[in-house]
């Protein structure tokens, strides 16, 4: 039996929003991961230090919308312009709504990566981190 998954252009999106804000969260925690363990060597809490590597993501995250917004918007145009073909016209039109759901969307991925980041921000070996060499 084969399954079949017809994914469109709109999942295909989400997609790959979710697995690029994924990346750059478990990246950015292993990159740290020395700094993080010498946070909790300090005695910060475990809250602590989930909300202090989560904020940089959320901010990242709203930087990303407010700049990728404009950036999309203003290159569609362009790119609709090379695919101009004679007898056919390409009309681009979106709605606020479409604007606001795509920033809905980022963030809503954005906190569940979060979410699933923070188990691997528990499991950093205090002693281990430390113990390596710069």
Same mark, same amino acid.
């Given at each position: 039996?084969r %399954?079949?998954?017809?994914l469109s ?8 929003? #979710?697995?690029v804000? &994924?990346? +750059? ?5 292993s990159?740290?991961?020395?700094e993080?363990?010498?946070?909790? $060597?300090l005695?910060f809490r475990?809250?602590e $230090?989930h909300s202090?590597?989560?904020k940089?993501?959320? @901010? +990242?995250?709203? &930087?990303g919308?407010?700049l990728?917004?404009?950036a999309? %918007? ?9 695919m101009?073909?004679?007898?056919i016209h ?7 709504l479409? %604007?606001?759901s @795509?920033?809905v969307?980022a963030?809503? #991925?954005?906190?569940? @990566?979060?979410?699933?980041?923070n188990r691997?921000?528990?499991r950093i070996?205090? @002693? ?5 060499p710069?």
């Amino acid at each position: 039996m084969r %399954w079949r998954v017809r994914l469109s252009p709109v999942m295909m999106a989400a997609l790959l929003c #979710f697995v690029v804000l &994924f990346t +750059l969260s478990t990246t950015n925690i292993s990159e740290r991961e020395r700094e993080l363990a010498t946070i909790k $060597v300090l005695g910060f809490r475990r809250g602590e $230090v989930h909300s202090y590597v989560n904020k940089e993501t959320l @901010v +990242l995250t709203l &930087f990303g919308i407010a700049l990728g917004l404009p950036a999309g %918007w203003a290159l569609t145009y362009p790119m609709v312009g090379m695919m101009k073909m004679p007898g056919i016209h390409l009309e681009v039109r979106t709605s606020l709504l479409s %604007w606001i759901s @795509v920033a809905v969307l980022a963030l809503a #991925f954005a906190l569940a @990566v979060m979410l699933i980041t923070n188990r691997s921000l528990d499991r950093i070996d205090m @002693v281990e981190s430390l113990k390596s060499p710069e």
